[in-house]
């Protein structure tokens, strides 16, 4: 059985870091990002691998300075090593990750732990790619900080035609598909997955670019009842891309992963004899940890990220809430929850 994200306090998450031999984290622009470093405090791992960004945010940069300071403190040796991430190059991002990793071996004996709270999508993927690659045996755990507030807010959904704009990047650039995540593909038809989020343009985008024949919609359900209504939100954005071809319309909760990959294996059931699977992340991170899992399992299936031209950092979120871990399920566990189709 796969348990689904378990709440951590401060107190918990400093009592099992004792059994944490690396810890990897973002130096994304949100506050959220640093608050699984600010919450171990002096209980940091041996090994520390800090992910830097690429993009030029002077929010990045900001964050990135505190969590290093933070990560130096102390008079406990550490080793904190440096990966730089341009999300536009995923596939390079996956090596140099593999060969920090590797670096480590044999001295990681322990846990995992992947904080994915300021990752993209393609980052998540490629995170969980290179960990399971380099240390097949060892139990990883995922970390994943809620913010406190998330842009857009209600008042300004309901009135948008006064407060300017919704969105929390601007128009999609690309369709991103990694040569990791490419799948495979034949002359059948195509089926799109698309974790349906808050930027209409991403959806309608990859959709465009992937002309599926047939759409499956997937809305994220939120965990908290004051957020419940992104979920009729999200709803109403897409509502446009029903009618342009064979759609299924499904919900999952946006906090547990196990939702997600099994609602994904039961299509995978129905379709893979005469289709091509492709799936697209753009709502929630931890939507996007059960789509790693069933690409993992089945390894045909393609994952699309369509890319915003930028990201506007102001409009992501304020603050932190609760911190999350879940315990990656092994292969042979997913493996139960989705056996080979017949």
């Given at each position: ?14 009592q ?79 090596q140099?990750?593999k ?35 380099c ?48 799948g ?17 343009h ?9 002309n ?131």
């Open positions: 059985m796969i348990e689904p994200p378990k709440k951590l306090s401060e107190r918990e998450l400093r099992a870091a004792s059994a944490c031999a690396v810890l990897i984290v973002a130096a994304g622009f949100e506050a959220r990002a640093r608050r699984v470093v600010d919450l171990l405090g002096e209980n940091r791992p041996a090994h520390v691998l800090l992910v830097r960004y690429l993009n030029g945010f002077k929010e990045n940069d900001r964050n990135y300075g505190l969590m290093i300071e933070a990560l130096s403190a102390g008079t406990r040796r550490r080793s904190i090593r440096e990966v730089e991430l341009d999300p536009l190059k995923p596939d390079d991002y996956f140099l990750m060969r920090v990793l590797l670096s480590w071996k044999p001295d990681v004996v322990g846990e995992i732990w992947i904080d994915i709270s300021a990752l993209p999508m393609q980052g998540i993927c490629s995170t969980l790619a290179a960990v399971r690659e240390f097949p045996g060892l139990n990883v755990k995922v970390l994943y900080t809620e913010a406190a507030v998330y842009f857009p807010t209600k008042t300004e959904v309901t009135r948008r035609s006064e407060l300017g704009p919704t969105s929390i990047s601007q128009e999609m650039s690309a369709n991103l598909i990694p040569k990791l995540f490419g495979s593909s034949s002359e059948v038809s195509t089926c799109l997955i698309l974790f349906a989020g808050y930027e209409k991403r959806s309608f985008g990859v959709v465009d670019e992937l599926p024949s047939k759409l499956v919609l997937v809305y994220g359900r939120p965990p908290d009842q004051h957020l419940t209504w992104r979920l009729d939100w999200s709803k109403n954005l897409h509502e446009p891309l029903v009618d342009t071809r064979p759609t299924a319309r499904e919900t999952v909760s946006t906090l547990d992963p196990t939702e997600s990959l099994s609602l994904l294996c039961q299509y995978y059931g129905f379709l893979f004899a005469d289709h091509n699977i492709a799936v697209s992340p753009i709502c929630s991170k931890m939507e996007c940890v059960g789509c790693y899992l069933f690409w993992e399992r089945y390894r045909d299936v393609q994952i699309a990220f369509p890319l915003p031209v930028t990201y506007l950092p102001n409009r992501f979120s304020e603050g932190c809430r609760r911190t999350f871990q879940f315990s990656l399920p092994s292969p042979s566990d997913v493996s139960t929850l989705a056996p080979a189709p017949l």
